[in-house]
Nanobody, 127 residues
Framework: QVQLVESGGGLAQAGGSLRLSCAAS????????MGWFRQAPGKEREFVAS????????HYADTVKGRFTISRDNAKNTVYLQMSSLQPEDTAVYYC????????????????????WGQGTQVTVSS
């Protein structure tokens, strides 16, 4: 079982940037697809971005494409989410999660395909 701890959330102004980190415990981190999801108050959890085990493939929700970048450093057991041009509608709790060992952009956007989840980090964007 991989344990995940997110950090880097906080308050940003519209148009600003934040970088989220997700540190994983366990030696199998580099085998898994990783994903970022978010949940705003009163809304369902939604997919944000995912990355294959090697980092060679990525997938983004249309709402963040061109503004957010997912990356990973397997040597550090860490996955990142660089968020730029933030908008108030990006306000949410952001979660990272581990997926399976095989990459598929379609399956990597579905929460049911992710097993371990972090506790989340709050991102608030003011207008």
């Amino acid at each position: 079982q991989v344990q995940l701890v997110e950090s880097g959330g906080g308050l940003a102004q519209a148009g600003g940037s934040l970088r989220l980190s997700c540190a994983a415990s366990g030696r199998s981190f580099s085998r898994y697809t990783m994903g970022w999801f978010r949940q705003a108050p009163g809304k369902e959890r939604e997919f944000v971005a995912s990355i294959s085990w090697s980092g060679g493939s990525t997938h983004y929700a249309d709402t963040v494409k061109g503004r957010f970048t997912i990356s990973r450093d397997n040597a550090k057991n860490t996955v990142y989410l660089q968020m730029s041009s933030l908008q108030p509608e990006d306000t949410a709790v952001y979660y990272c999660a581990t997926g399976g060992p095989y990459w598929s952009s379609s399956s990597s956007s579905r929460a049911e395909n992710f097993g371990s989840w972090g506790q989340g980090t709050q991102v608030t964007v003011s207008s």
